[in-house]
């Protein structure tokens, strides 16, 4: 009985060790993606890392000639498009690993 406790905690324990290393693994891969994110008419795009850390921001001659409201706007727009597209990636790849590691999805 005691045998097959100890091999069912080393199997749990290497299991353990496996998350953690893809887990790393898929951070790293997030951090060095990068997401863009635009405006409408594609005069503002943001660019976000995967782990939603800005990255840059740039403005057309068109965009600053709307005056400092409506840039504002805009800016706000492709930030969310950027963070909208970086947390599906992360979703998307999350979801594979947990399905590559034989974990339920949800």
Known sequence: MFGNMQNLYETVKKAQTVVQVEAVRLQKELAAAEFDGYCEGELIKVTLSGNQQPVRTEITEAAMELGAEKLSLLINEAYKDA????????????????????????
């Open 83 to 106: 963070h909208q597209k970086s947390v599906q990636a992360m979703k998307e790849r999350m979801s594979n690993l947990a399905q590559s590691l034989g974990m339920p999805q949800g």
